[in-house]
């Protein structure tokens, strides 16, 4: 079993609330409100610039030369190539860069970003790499699953291009390399006096995951005229 099969197993709770939030599901049959993924989308964008800011924290934090050109792909490939195309992504839902740079940050975004940089400054680049681990790992199996269901693709779903994104070849292959990393960094620092740490790190990161999803959900339901949270 990979390491992080081990993290998912030991917090299968709170991927299941992550990796399967009605908010996935409203994507993959496109009954997601607008609003609530337009509101995604430019939280999302934000959230990009701090991980970018925790790839840069993992240049420093790495003991080795390889993790240093490891973390610094993984900085090149958010600033350079995922941001890019998410301000695509976006200006196709009426969305300029400069109504995203602008927005104003929601608690959520702020709450899960903050944890992650936390993480990696009070800890190694092992904690870092678990608290980035349910963002870069979990979207592709959530993409993976979504795009298996009979409405992705439908040219009727709106949501179909950012399905396709996450599943296709390129992110899938970012998530494989980050579990392989990942993999690379336990059998050299994840001891089993570290396991309770790296499993709270991890549950708690895939846990505000989850409290991201909802803050769209929140707002999809408050469209639909639901009083449901």
């Known amino acids: 079993m990979s390491f992080f099969q081990r993290l998912k197993t030991a917090a299968s709770a709170e991927w299941r609330a992550y990796t399967e939030h009605p908010f996935t599901n409203a994507l993959a049959d496109g009954s997601l409100a607008e ?3 337009r509101h995604y989308l430019v939280q999302d ?37 995922e941001m890019n195309l998410h301000v695509k992504l976006c200006s196709g839902w009426g969305l300029s860069p400069a109504d995203l740079e602008q927005a104003s940050p929601a608690v959520e975004m702020l709450a899960y970003t903050r944890y992650v940089l936390d993480a990696g400054m009070r800890g190694d680049l092992m904690a870092l790499k678990v608290a980035l681990a349910p963002c870069v790992i979990g979207y592709a199996e959530i993409a993976t699953r979504l795009a298996a269901q009979p409405d992705a693709e439908a040219a009727t779903n709106p949501y179909r291009v950012w399905i396709a994104e996450y599943a296709g070849g390129p992110y899938q292959e970012v998530a494989a390399k980050a579990r392989a990393q990942l993999d690379n960094l336990a059998d050299r620092y994840a001891t089993p006096a570290r396991a309770a740490e790296l499993i709270a790190i991890f549950r708690e990161a895939t846990r505000l995951e989850a409290d991201f ?8 339901q408050r469209g639909a005229g639901s009083s449901q949270d």
């Open 35 to 37: 609003a609530a993924f």
């Open 213 to 220: 999803w909802q803050m769209g959900w929140r707002m999809h």
């Open 45 to 81: 964008y934000l959230f990009l610039i701090e991980f970018a800011r925790a790839y840069a924290l993992a240049v420093y934090k790495s003991p080795e030369l390889a993790d240093m050109r490891d973390a610094a792909a993984g900085l090149s490939a958010i600033l350079d190539v």
